[in-house]
C-alpha cells in the first residue's frame, strides 16, 4: 500500500484487526446505513403505542345555488363533529412488540455485519501476509539463481557449458511473471481494503504463522450464532404478525361526537358509533397468510440451523487437514534441503548434477509456497469458524 507498512509482528494481532475494524467502523458507508436504519426503527417504537390523530368534522347544509352566502333560511344548519377510532383487541400492544422486535432483528444484522466485515478484513489480511511471503520467496530464489548462473559460468568457459544454464534463466523467467502476478494482486488486495475501510490506509500490523485457536464446543456454540439468532427473532416476529392479524377480527370502533346549529330551530348535538363490519372474510384470509408465513419462518430456522452446522463442521475438518498438510509440505522442503546441500558440492563441474540441483530448487520453492497457501487456508478456517459462532478474533 501507499501508506500501508506490513510489519511482521508475532503479537498485537487482535489489536491490528480492531485497529482496521474501529475504521471500517467509523467510515464504512453500508454501516453507517444499517446505524440509520436502527435508528428509525427505534422511533417507530414510539410510534406503534400513539393512537391515530382525531378527525375534525366541518359541514354546512342546504346551501342554495342562486345565493349561496345566505344562511338565514329555516332548515339551514352547521355542524362541527370530532371523530375518534378506538383500538381493541390489545392491538397497540401487539405492534409495539412487533416494532421492539424490528429494532432486534436490526441491530442483530448490524453485528452479523460487522461480524462479516470482520472476516472480509482479517481474511485480506492474511492474502495480503501470503502475498508478501511470495514475493520474498521469488526474491530469494531469483538472487540463488543468478548467483549460481554465474558461479557455473565462471567455473565453466567454454561455449558449450553455457548451454546448460539455459534452464535456469527459464526459471528465471517464470520466477519473473510469478512477480509480476503476486504484484498485481497486491494492488488489488490494497484497494479492496481501502474500498471497505472507506478511508486511506493507516500503517498496520499483521501476524505471520498460524493463528491461536482457543474455542470448544462449537457445535454447543452454534446455538448462539448470529445468523441462527437473526433467523430465530424473524420467526418470533412472524408469530406476532399472527397475533395481530388474528387481534384485527375484533373491529376498531370509530367514536363520533358532534354539534348542529339550525336557523328556526332548536340546536342538537349528536354521538354516533362506527363499527366495520367483517362479512367479507377478509381477516380470515390474512390469519391464514400470517400462519403459512409463521411456519415458513420456522422451517428456515431448521434449514439455516442445518446449513450453519455443516459449515463448522466443514471449516473445522479444513482447519485440522491444512494443519496435516503443513506438516508433510514441511518434511518435503527438509528433504528437498538435504539434497540441495548434497548437490551443492558438484553442481558447478557436472552438467547432471547442475539440472538435478535447479529441479531440486523448483522443488523447494514449491514446498516453501505450499506452506504459505497451506497457512493462509488454515487461518481461513479459524477466520471462519470464528465469524460464524459469533465470537471476536
Known amino acids: 500500500m501507499k501508506r500501508a507498512l506490513l510489519v511482521v509482528a508475532f503479537a498485537g494481532y487482535a489489536w491490528a484487526q480492531s485497529e482496521l ?57 352547521e355542524a362541527i363533529s370530532l371523530s375518534q377510532k378506538i383500538p381493541l383487541g390489545g392491538k397497540l400492544d401487539i405492534k409495539e412488540s ?11 444484522e448490524l453485528q452479523t455485519k460487522k461480524l462479516e466485515m470482520q472476516q472480509e478484513i482479517a481474511t485480506l489480511e492474511q492474502t495480503y501476509v501470503r502475498i508478501t511471503q511470495d514475493l520474498a520467496l521469488v526474491a530469494k530464489y531469483e538472487k540463488i539463481l543468478e548467483d549460481l548462473k554465474n558461479a557455473h559460468l565462471a567455473y565453466n568457459t567454454t561455449s558449450a557449458h553455457y548451454v546448460d544454464t539455459l534452464n535456469n534463466t527459464i526459471l528465471q523467467k517464470n520466477l519473473s511473471i510469478e512477480k509480476k502476478t503476486l504484484l498485481k494482486e497486491k494492488a488489488s488486495l490494497e484497494r479492496k481494503l481501502e474500498s471497505i475501510l472507506a478511508t486511506s490506509m493507516p500503517e498496520w500490523h499483521a501476524k ?34 399472527l397475533r395481530y392479524e388474528k387481534a384485527t377480527k375484533i373491529p376498531d370502533v370509530t367514536i363520533s361526537l358532534g354539534y348542529n346549529r339550525r336557523q328556526g330551530r332548536d340546536d342538537y348535538a349528536f354521538l354516533g358509533f362506527e363499527i366495520p363490519l367483517p362479512i367479507y372474510g377478509k381477516e380470515n384470509l390474512s390469519i391464514q397468510k400470517a ?86 487456508a488454515y487461518n481461513e478456517s479459524i477466520i471462519k469458524i470464528y465469524t460464524l459462532l459469533g465470537e471476536p478474533l
Open 21 to 77: 475494524l474501529s475504521l471500517a467502523y467509523s467510515h464504512n458507508h453500508e454501516l453507517k446505513a444499517l446505524e440509520s436504519e436502527l435508528s428509525a426503527l427505534e422511533k417507530e417504537v414510539d410510534l406503534s403505542k400513539i393512537w391515530e390523530n382525531p378527525t375534525l368534522n366541518l359541514g354546512v347544509n342546504d346551501i342554495f345555488l342562486r345565493e349561496p352566502l345566505i344562511r338565514n333560511q329555516e332548515a339551514q344548519n
Open 98 to 108: 412487533i416494532a421492539l422486535q424490528d429494532v432486534a432483528i436490526k441491530k442483530l
Open 208 to 241: 505471520e504463522g498460524l493463528l491461536s485457536y482457543g474455542l470448544s464446543d462449537e457445535e454447543k456454540r452454534l446455538e448462539k450464532a448470529p445468523k441462527l439468532q437473526l433467523q430465530n427473532l424473524q420467526s418470533t416476529k412472524e408469530l406476532l404478525n
Open 291 to 376: 400462519k403459512l408465513t409463521h411456519s415458513a419462518s420456522e422451517q428456515s430456522v431448521l434449514n439455516t440451523q442445518k446449513q450453519l452446522l455443516f459449515e463448522l463442521k466443514d471449516e473445522l475438518l479444513n482447519k485440522e487437514l491444512q494443519y496435516d498438510k503443513i506438516a508433510l509440505s514441511k518434511e518435503v522442503l527438509h528433504e528437498n534441503q538435504k539434497m540441495y546441500e548434497v548437490l551443492q558440492s558438484t553442481a558447478l563441474s557436472q552438467n547432471d548434477a547442475l539440472l538435478s540441483l535447479l529441479n531440486v530448487l523448483t522443488q523447494m520453492l514449491e514446498a516453501q509456497k505450499q506452506i504459505n497457501a497451506n497457512t493462509f
